[in-house]
């Protein structure tokens, strides 16, 4: 359970257009609300990733995702709070999922520019040929090794 920050002008482009916009006067908030929550749990559903009972709540206002339910995993929770953080117009992620493996707490990067995975590996393992232990600990949001992006935030696994 936490509040996990990240980068609001970084990420997936799902809240940009229509109903979902983020962060727009709307006539009715309380439905782009709901919009950009289906559109956080849809995205999570493409990336295979689950949990019992999850609920994703979005506040257009603060930029302010909330997710709960049960992973059975600390791997698939983190992949699930990184996929509500790394959208474009989330600032803040609260989590409130519970997981029936527990594990040890997670450790987050975010890029700047200039970094590569192989960079980040030598900084977090001491070996940049470690970078693939980091791509694979985030795909499926990662589909190349080569395209992560300034803000993107990255598991980083022991």
């Known amino acids: 359970m936490g509040l996990f920050s990240f980068i609001k002008e970084a990420g997936e482009k799902l809240l ?7 962060g727009a006067p709307a006539a009715d908030p309380a439905a782009a609300n709901d919009a950009a929550a289906r ?8 990336m295979n990733l689950g949990a019992d009972n999850l609920k994703v709540a979005f506040d257009g206002a603060t930029g302010e995702v909330t997710v709960s339910g049960k992973a059975a995993t600390q791997e698939i929770k983190e992949k699930i709070l990184l996929c509500c953080g790394n959208v474009k117009g ?15 707490a997670p450790r987050f990067y975010t890029v700047v520019s200039g970094d590569t ?7 977090h393992y001491g070996n940049a040929n470690a970078y693939m232990k980091i791509f694979e600990a985030n795909k499926p949001m990662l589909t190349d090794p080569d395209k992560i992006y300034p803000g993107q935030t990255l598991r980083i696994p022991d």
Do not use: P, W
């Open 16 to 22: 940009g257009v229509g109903e979902t916009k983020a």
């Open 39 to 46: 559109a956080i749990e849809n995205y999570i559903a493409k």
């Open 90 to 104: 989330v600032a803040n992620v609260v989590d409130n999922l519970e997981v029936a493996e527990q594990a040890a």
């Open 117 to 123: 995975l192989s960079k980040i590996a030598k900084q």
